[in-house]
């Protein structure tokens, strides 16, 4: 994390522009947008997504240097929560809260310290104002990320599905007969 300021900026832009994050901004774009991200540090072990929360959700981070874990908690008997997914650097967090600030869908826990870059909404609002070309294409990268999440959640739905009914078919036979009704009293 021993870098300046220009080699942390176009660092962050290059990293804004993979596959993983928003990669149909061009450069350009990517070092606009980052020019209205501030710098955040964030210590190994912290928690610093709440599952659940909505005050301050109205950003997202883009991971410039460490690991954290996706988790979402346990909806059965109150057990561990669940790593959902690891990510390090290019990964970018809480897209959908920089949208609309509603609460949370996971946590989000630095296993390494973390160097992040935030995007607020005040910060997205002054960009569409200022460059409403640039902001378009940002909000049109973030809406296809969002899409394509979509897609994927959809797709592992409907495996899940076809797995619920052949596990249906496999266990129904083992199922005792349905209890008959109770004979009538004479």
Do not use: W, Y
């Not at 290059?14 to 149909?24: F, K, M, Q």
């Not at 690991?67 to 990964?91: F, H, K, Y």
């Not at 390494?112 to 609002?125: K, M, S």
């Not at 899940?160 to 109770?182: C, G, H, I, K, Y």
Request: aromatic share 2%.
């Amino acid at each position: 994390m021993n870098q300046d300021i220009g080699q942390l900026r176009e660092l962050a832009a290059r990293l804004l522009i993979t596959p993983s994050a928003l990669g149909e901004l061009s450069f350009d774009d990517a070092l606009q947008v980052v020019d209205r991200m501030r710098l955040r540090v964030i210590e190994a072990g912290t928690v610093f997504v709440r599952e659940g929360e909505s005050a301050g959700s109205d950003h997202m981070l883009l991971i410039l240097d460490g690991e954290l874990s996706v988790e979402n908690t346990d909806l059965g008997q109150g057990e561990a929560d669940m790593v959902v997914r690891l990510m390090g650097p290019g990964s970018l967090i809480g897209e959908l809260g920089l949208l609309d600030g509603a609460p949370r869908s996971a946590s989000c826990v630095a296993h390494t310290d973390i160097l992040a870059a935030e995007l607020g909404r005040e910060a997205l609002v002054r960009l569409i104002e200022d460059d409403p070309r640039v902001g378009a294409r940002l909000l049109l990268a973030i809406a296809k990320r969002i899409a394509d999440h979509l897609r994927d959640a959809t797709r592992r739905l409907r495996l899940f599905t076809q797995m619920n009914r052949v596990l249906s078919r496999e266990l129904a036979p083992l199922d005792p007969a349905p209890p008959a009704s109770d004979p009538p009293l004479v």
